[in-house]
């Protein structure tokens, strides 16, 4: 039995749904980010909403940058960020957050960005084709590593030097001159 284009009750196709949930599940994981207390699970949400980011990116057939949000976003960037808060700093955040204080303004500048984007969406001519673009592995990695050797071989030491910092500054015993 196969499925059909359309999903029969509400009229649209099955990678439309599988986009609004991948939307809302990076959405909620957003304002749980910024709204938790307890910073590891902050940093736990974080890494769910770049994994719904990636599923996004696999829908619009960037499979190339699907992969280097996993390794680089979820697998070293996350998870370093999680390892340097349980080195550094208490799991508990403090009571009052300095973002609860703005509230407000934060409000009325989201509602402006949404309204924004709003109007800049249905100002778009978009095409009707719906053709996604595909990269090509074997192509971003030719250019990449033929072309761009340098600054790639620059940034991996650049990375390379600041995980060696952070693991200097958390291996410091307290009380050590600075």
């Not at 770049?50 to 960037?77: E, K, S």
């Not at 001519?125 to 673009?133: I, N, Y």
């Not at 991996?156 to 001159?177: N, Y």
């Amino acid at each position: 039995m196969t499925l059909p284009d359309t999903i029969p009750i509400l009229g649209f196709g099955w990678d439309d749904l599988l986009f609004m949930g991948l939307a809302a599940v990076m959405i909620g994981a957003g304002l749980l980010v910024v709204t938790m207390r307890d910073i590891i699970r902050c940093g736990l949400a974080m890494i769910v909403c770049f994994a719904a980011l990636a599923g996004l990116y696999v829908l619009a057939g960037a499979t190339v940058v699907a992969a280097a949000q996993v390794l680089v976003y979820i697998g070293a960037i996350s998870v370093l960020v999680l390892f340097a808060i349980m080195l550094t700093q208490t799991k508990a955040a403090p009571s009052a957050l300095v973002f609860q204080t703005q509230a407000l303004p934060a409000a009325i500048a989201a509602a402006i960005l949404a309204l924004l984007i709003g109007i800049t969406v249905a100002a778009t001519d978009w095409p009707a084709t719906g053709q996604r673009a595909a990269t090509s592995a074997t192509a971003l990695a030719t250019e990449l590593f033929s072309n761009y050797i340098l600054a790639f071989e620059v940034v991996s030491v650049l990375l390379l030097a600041a995980v060696i910092g952070g693991v200097f500054l958390a291996k410091r015993e307290r009380g050590e001159p600075e």
